[in-house]
């Protein structure tokens, strides 16, 4: 580790003095939404997009030195050596998290070759945040023993290619029961006055990747829609023929922290409008 022997030392009594979480600590903040809205009982499921990248080039795995695979097409969930690149790390990854207890839901190829994703979820209140920390965690040491390393930023690379983003899916209690479509609707609602205040948090370098092409929306224009991937909440066709269940916001960034997402969808959706 390297040290600036220049900077005063910190003094870690009075940094934690009374138990004050660290100013970067933003579970603390995220606990006390989720126990403020408790009994509306929020549920999560997170699907985390990554890139697996080779140190030696510092470009995607399995791409080569010089040009680029073909177009994106036979990518997604794709079968085949000339296709996929580094499954056996994304499926050691989904072992590990099980084997950790990590409530990880599914894992698939993504629409780039060597991009891949794996879901969280679901999950009660802050509980998702914590999975998936930890999950992002056992990813970057199993790719490790694998000698690959692991990319989370929005759009890992240039050109005709998706990005990576960490997709929300969020429910309540009465957005599960009869008439929920209803009760989405409400909170849409409330979310899209916010949608300028959800950006700040929803990932760095997310204008990158919010184009309105590859599967997005327009950074700049709140939307939704029925079965739209290219909307800002999308809310499944699966869900609008039973009139129940969940929403999907699809602007957070690969590179979120997932307490400061979880906790604004909350207090945006079920806060007071202001």
Known sequence: MLVDHDIEATNYDDLFKNNTPHATNFRHS????????????????????????????????????NGAPEPQGKYYCGIGADKIYGR????????????????????????APSQYEFQVGPCEGV?????????????????????VG?????KPVDGDWNGAGCHTNYSTARMREDGGLDVMDEA??????KHFEHLEVYGDDNDLRLTGRHETGHI??????????????????????????????????????PYKVTAIIVESSLGPEI
Request: hydrophobic share 40%.
């Open 150 to 154: 692991v990319s989370l930023h929005p």
């Open 220 to 257: 700049a224009v709140f939307s939704y829609g029925f079965g739209n991937r290219g909307a800002s909440i999308r809310i499944p066709r699966h869900v609008a023929m039973q009139g129940k269940g969940y929403m999907e916001d699809r602007r957070p960034a690969s590179n979120i922290d």
């Open 88 to 111: 056996d790390i994304m499926e050691a990854h989904y072992r590990a998290c099980l084997f950790a207890g990590i409530r990880i839901s599914g894992i698939n190829a993504e629409a």
């Open 30 to 65: 995220c606990k006390k939404v989720m126990d403020t809205y408790a009994d509306a009982e929020p549920w999560f499921g997170i699907e985390q997009e990554y890139m697996l990248m080779d140190p030696e080039t510092n470009r995607p795995y399995g791409w080569p030195r």
């Open 127 to 147: 509980s998702v945040s914590d999975e998936l920390w930890v999950a992002r965690y056992i990813l970057e040491r199993v790719a490790e023993e694998f000698g």
């Open 188 to 193: 849409i609602e409330k979310m899209s006055l």
